[in-house]
């Protein structure tokens, strides 16, 4: 979903509901402010799991991929990316890199990672779902809300305003 008030003003609004991820991702969706359920991951450069997941109704939700910070891959590419668009996904955070960048800019998704790599990964399948993960100082855990806008990433138990 489309995130319509500032992070700033959420954590304003609800100081002692939200946890705030360290500055680590960067921002590169067409969408830069979104929302949403959380649907994980956990994943390291395979993302079959990936793949697998966006081609599920995303209902609005965000899902979050553990990669385990590898910088040597790309775990989202504009082909999983369009299919994300196309399942209802609001966005996709991801705890390593993507490529394609130049494409998933100009889709309506938001996508944060850590970075960018031109490399596929591979798909051997191997991976959990909807488990709790832990990066950018957060335990991230399925169906806890999260909110994305230019000012960073917040986490709350409940859905907010």
Same mark, same amino acid.
């Given at each position: 979903?489309?995130?319509? &008030?500032?992070?700033? $003003? !959420?954590? $304003?609004?609800?100081?002692?509901?939200?946890?705030?991820?360290?500055? !680590?991702?960067?921002?590169?969706? =067409?969408?830069?402010?979104?929302?949403?359920?959380?649907?994980?991951?956990?994943?390291?450069?395979?993302?079959? !799991?990936?793949?697998?997941?966006?081609?599920?109704?995303?209902?609005?939700?965000?899902?979050?991929?553990?990669?385990? =910070?590898? !910088?040597?891959?790309?775990?989202?590419?504009?082909?999983?990316?369009?299919?994300?668009? $196309?399942?209802?996904?609001?966005?996709? &955070?991801?705890?390593?890199?993507?490529?394609?960048?130049? &494409?998933?800019?100009?889709?309506?998704?938001?996508?944060?990672?850590?970075?960018?790599?031109?490399?596929?990964?591979?798909?051997?399948?191997?991976?959990?779902?909807?488990?709790?993960?832990?990066?950018?100082?957060?335990?991230?855990?399925?169906?806890?809300?999260?909110?994305?806008?230019?000012?960073? &990433?917040?986490?709350?138990?409940?859905?907010?305003?």
């Amino acid at each position: 979903m489309k995130q319509s &008030i500032s992070l700033p $003003d !959420l954590c $304003d609004a609800y100081p002692n509901e939200v946890r705030v991820a360290d500055p !680590l991702l960067q921002n590169y969706g =067409g969408q830069v402010a979104f929302s949403g359920s959380i649907k994980t991951i956990a994943c390291f450069e395979d993302n079959a !799991l990936v793949a697998e997941r966006v081609q599920e109704p995303g209902g609005g939700g965000v899902l979050v991929v553990d990669a385990g =910070g590898s !910088l040597r891959c790309g775990m989202l590419g504009d082909n999983l990316a369009q299919k994300a668009v $196309d399942n209802d996904w609001a966005g996709i &955070i991801i705890y390593g890199c993507i490529r394609d960048v130049e &494409i998933i800019r100009r889709m309506p998704l938001g996508v944060v990672a850590l970075a960018t790599h031109p490399m596929k990964s591979v798909k051997r399948g191997q991976g959990r779902r909807d488990e709790p993960v832990r990066f950018a100082g957060i335990e991230w855990l399925p169906e806890n809300y999260v909110y994305v806008d230019e000012n960073g &990433i917040l986490v709350a138990k409940n859905k907010l305003a």
